[in-house]
């Protein structure tokens, strides 16, 4: 079975641009997840959506938005980019919300650079 | 407040060597989750292991395990008779049960590096 997938692999924008990245999740799950990695650190949240609705916002400034399609695909969006946001994003799926579906996984991630 | 701390940024061994790496975690829940990932220079993370707060019992995967401790909260990871192909870095992950979201709270990650 086909894993999390993400487009594009990698992304260079200049500052105030605003940008698209995408995440397919594996087959049969219905959350997906946001991750912003800022190199040699952890994943940050960003957000979670679950049946199209959003379950989970972390700590990012109202620039960063998403959604969830009925296919379960999402697309996250950063508006007015900053040279701040140059990371590697990461989508995560997940077959629900509920308390015995907690395992996460990954997909190859979308480096973007803001120059 | 949650928190995962990962003390050991770096860790260099040479093969066949083994290696455990930290894991310190912090919540005032009773219900939670850990999580160990790898990730390789590829960028993607590779889910290894979860753990449920209330199942305490320890686990070997071939050449892995996990020794949980509530007591002490640490979820500490050992690789035995390590191997190149685990250079990777490591995160540490916790989710707790009162979040109603899946969010996941990464600690800093420790770099592993097994040198032939």
Known sequence: DAGVTQSPTHLIKTRGQQVTLRCSPISGHKSVSWYQQVLGQGPQFIFQYYEKEERGRGNFP??????????????LNVNALLLGDSALYLCASSWGEGVGQETQYFGPGTRLLVL | AQKVTQAQTEISVVEKEDVTLDCVYETRDTTYYLFWYK???????????????????????????????KSTSSFNFTITASQVVDSAVYFCALRTG??????????????LQVKP
């Open chain 2, 39 to 69: 990730q390789p220079p590829s960028g993607e993370l590779v889910f290894l292991i979860r753990r449920n707060s209330f199942d305490e019992q320890n686990e070997i995967s071939g050449r892995y395990s996990w020794n949980f401790q």
């Open chain 1, 62 to 75: 109202d620039r960063f938005s998403a959604r969830q399609f009925p296919n379960y695909s999402s697309e």
């Open chain 2, 98 to 111: 009162s979040s109603n979201t899946g969010k996941l709270i990464f600690g800093q990650g420790t770099t």
